[in-house]
């Protein structure tokens, strides 16, 4: 499709264990973004890549949180020993520009994690 | 991170009246975003605004930038029910890189 492309849509876990979340961007953006949001909040930042490499990680809340874009395309976030309090919606979204010249930011549908 | 306060948190009105949303901060901006977004969709771009003071209309939408770049507004007109969602916006600040988001305003227009 033309869109951001998240998968899982919906991911099941028990608590302890090791999760993967996964962004196809829209083709030719360089710049991509992870973002999770809790029920009735707006998104909060995790992580930017431009291009390959992570520009600004400073959102990542600790460092069981890890993300990559090893091709400068697909992006996997990866969450170890999952807590109940990461459970919520993790958006990714993809720019043709990078934040600097604020391009539009176009968003997948999320994954929807539950940590049980 | 620049903190982007948004108000009201809730509002719930009849199709055809008119209404304004804030958004609010202490810090200055270089750009502001307003993006809507509905249940099980991740958010889409309504507007960007640039220059202090300016004000970008789309349809019933008017987008209003402070002055000082530190707040904007978002007035509709008329509201109908397909305006129903949550309104965020979003700002890119001194490091311009982390596009950080307001906690939103959930709007529900009824008929």
């Known amino acids: 499709g033309a869109g951001v492309s998240q998968t899982p849509s919906n991911k099941v876990t028990e608590k302890g264990k090791y999760v993967e979340l996964r962004c196809d961007p829209i083709?030719?953006?360089?710049?991509l973004y992870w973002y999770r949001q809790s029920l009735g909040q707006g998104p909060e930042f995790l992580i930017y890549f431009q291009g390959t490499g992570a520009a600004d990680d400073s959102g990542l809340p600790n460092d069981r949180f890890f993300a990559v874009r090893p091709e400068g395309s697909v992006s996997t976030l990866k969450i170890q020993r999952t807590e109940r309090g990461d459970s919520a919606v993790y958006l990714c979204a993809s720019s043709l520009q990078g934040a600097i010249n604020t391009g539009e930011l176009f968003f997948g549908e999320g994954s929807r994690l539950t940590v049980l | 991170t620049q903190l982007l306060e948004q108000s009201p948190q809730f509002l719930s009105i009849q199709e055809g009246e008119n209404l304004t949303v804030y958004c609010n901060s202490s810090s200055v901006f270089s750009s502001l975003q307003w993006y809507r977004q509905e249940p099980g969709e991740g958010p889409v771009l309504l507007v960007t605004v640039v220059t202090g003071g300016e004000v970008k209309k789309l349809k019933r939408l008017t987008f209003q930038f402070g002055d000082a770049r530190k707040d904007s507004s978002l007035h509709i007109t008329a509201a109908q029910p397909g305006d129903t969602g949550l309104y965020l916006c979003?700002?890119?600040?001194?490091?311009?890189?982390?596009?950080?988001f307001g906690k939103g305003t959930s709007l529900l227009v009824t008929p």
């Open positions: 979003a700002g890119v600040g001194g490091s311009g890189y982390a596009l950080n």
């Open positions: 083709s030719g953006h360089t710049a």
